[in-house]
């Protein structure tokens, strides 16, 4: 019953994120080709700022306040005023700071674009997304942040039409920010939650002190995320920024889709306490996730060439080779979500800080080495090497927490199909890249009904069996 309830929620919260990332991206793809590589490294950049603050301005409250809620949905309205209140006020300070911080330290096409990015924290603060996905009711967190991209995006390609225009870009994001946070708040009075703000620091400190290690951990986790872009563009320049922006879209998709797994997961672990049903639901997770992102990242390393130019232009060719590299990175990201869902369902928050800890010592001396001889491929090869050390010891940490691994015999017939549509790709790349794309993925899907992953039966969907 759980599986099939992290599997509903996954279906709501995952396909709502997959949409809201393919509106994203083409965004992405259109700045790309309207800005030019310079201008677009640009707004990688301040983007990649923005992201610590992103996560200063959440509080951890997207995981803790989500668990509490998961614990008792009866906590929704008590804690959800006094939250809110506080998140405002801490993200009115942190656009505050950023803002003028960017003003004084960057170059002043740099400085106005993070500026402008600045204000959108106070969205964030105002995000009542945490208690939609406690509640388990992910349905409407998805529709919002459709919406919410919906705007962007159109934004961006109504008024976006030269790099001159590269100011549009912040504020379309909050513009988009601001709906979604207006339009989870205003469906929360369906959900029976009274959000009344009020200043309630007997309520907020607890909460705080359980937070801190999962923002702090966060921190250090987008260091691991972003360290080598912004290593990049300090030792190189801009339009190489732009080039490896361009390569890491897909990475960023894959890690967004896990992140809203992770989602779905926690509130169901959380519920089934320490019971046997705990451990069989994660490691059915795990095995469910491994079949979804190998026919991706095969997928993605020999398609690659006739992607990024089709999605790019031939201007980012240099992307290629080191999205071959960072592909490689999608399925350690995904498979690290199930454990760290773990360990937050039995408040080990702690664990994530040693987690992030260790991968940005390893992610920053890496890229110090690296970037500065190998440039782009450099970033690559240390993002590789830094996601499996995370994910390695992720596995150790819940397995310490009494989570175990699945059985190897939940994965082979993935890995069989996975192979067979590599060879299927290999042969057929050279007809373009819909003739190899289409054929390699009904391959995979094929191999996995003939060995009975895939199970058809009449009357209802098929079903999934790793």
Known sequence: MSERVVTRNFLTIGSGEVVARVLSFIASVYLARVLGAEVYGAIAFAMAILLYFNRAADGGLDLIGMREVARNHAEASRIAGPLIAFRLAASALLTLLLAAG????????????????????????????????????????????????????????????????????????????????????????????????????????????????????????????????????????????????????????????????????????????????????YQTALAHVFAAVVPAVIGGCILAPLVVPLVFGEQYMPAVAVLQVLIWAIPLSQLKEAPVAALVSHALEHRLLHLNAMGTVVSIAMNLVLIPRYGMMGAAITTLVTEGARTALAFVFAHGAGFPLPAGRRFWRVAVAGVAMAGLLIVLRRHGLWAAAIPGILGYLTVLVALGAIRIQRGRWPSLRV
Not at 185 to 211: E, I, N
Request: aromatic share 8%; charged share 15%; proline share 4%.
């Open 102 to 281: 960017a003003l004084v330290w960057l170059p002043r096409r740099d400085a106005l674009v993070l500026a402008l990015f600045a204000v959108t924290l106070v969205p964030i603060g105002a995000s009542t997304r945490w208690i939609h996905l406690g509640l388990e009711k992910s349905k409407l967190a998805a529709i919002s942040r459709v919406i919410g991209e919906l705007l962007g995006l159109a934004l961006i390609l109504l008024l976006v039409r030269s790099p001159d225009d590269f100011l549009t870009v912040p504020l379309a994001n909050l513009a988009a920010g601001s709906l979604t946070a207006a339009l989870l708040a205003w469906w929360l009075r369906g959900l029976g939650v009274h959000l009344t703000l009020r200043w309630d620091w007997a309520v907020v400190r607890p909460l705080l002190l359980r937070s801190y290690p999962v923002v702090l951990a966060a921190l250090l986790g987008l260091l691991v995320f972003n360290s080598d872009l912004i290593m990049l563009r300090v030792f190189r320049d801009a339009r190489t920024a732009g080039y490896y922006a361009a390569a890491y879209t897909p990475v960023s998709l894959a890690i967004a889709v896990g992140q809203a797994y992770r989602m779905s997961l926690l509130p169901a672990l959380t519920r089934l306490g320490t019971s046997g049903g705990q451990h069989e639901l």
